[in-house]
């Protein structure tokens, strides 16, 4: 008879540990990403960066995350990222975006809404909009294209 395997050391069982909080917190960021820019490239959105296609990434990122985590997440994210709007207009667009897109995401039904409405969002969007609950991005002259 063979003996039986000797259980894995604590310090295993720990790496092991590790590794799987890892993979998870990588897992979430792949699934936004995932999920944004398959919506994103198949917008047909001019102004990857600073124009309707920044506000529609940006607006839809923040409801992916607030629909699925919570709209304190994408607090946070804006704050650390973002400087909370700080700094030029076009931190100052991508936080004015993504709390609108926290609004809708904590607020949609279902998934499909909350596509809808952030689209709709940004349909109705214009440049330099004030209003908290009108997408923005900025005048053409500073669009860029780019994919982030």
Same mark, same amino acid.
């Given at each position: 008879?063979s003996a ?5 050391s604590?310090?295993?069982r720990w ?5 799987a909080?890892l993979?998870?917190l990588?897992?979430y960021p ?10 994103w490239?198949a917008a047909?959105l001019?102004?990857? *960066?600073n #124009?309707? +296609?920044? !506000? ?7 409801a992916?995350v %607030?629909?699925t ?6 607090d946070?994210?804006t704050?650390v990222m973002?400087?909370?709007?700080a700094g030029n207009p076009s931190?100052a667009?991508?936080?004015?975006n993504?709390r609108i897109g926290? *609004?809708? #995401?904590a +607020?949609? !039904?279902t998934?499909?809404a909350?596509q809808r409405?952030v689209? %709709? ?5 214009a ?10 991005w900025l005048?053409?002259a500073?669009w ?5």
């Amino acid at each position: 008879m063979s003996a039986a395997p000797a259980p894995p050391s604590r310090r295993r069982r720990w790496r092991r540990r590790v590794l799987a909080a890892l993979v998870l917190l990588g897992a979430y960021p792949a699934f936004v990403l995932i999920a944004v820019y398959s919506q994103w490239f198949a917008a047909g959105l001019p102004g990857g *960066r600073n #124009g309707p +296609a920044d !506000a529609y990434r940006h607006s839809l990122a923040s409801a992916v995350v %607030a629909y699925t985590s919570s709209p304190r997440c994408v607090d946070w994210v804006t704050a650390v990222m973002e400087r909370d709007g700080a700094g030029n207009p076009s931190r100052a667009m991508d936080a004015h975006n993504n709390r609108i897109g926290a *609004r809708i #995401g904590a +607020a949609a !039904a279902t998934w499909t809404a909350m596509q809808r409405e952030v689209r %709709a969002a940004v349909d109705h969007g214009a440049i330099d909009a004030r209003s908290p609950e009108q997408i923005t991005w900025l005048a053409p002259a500073a669009w860029q294209d780019r994919l982030y």
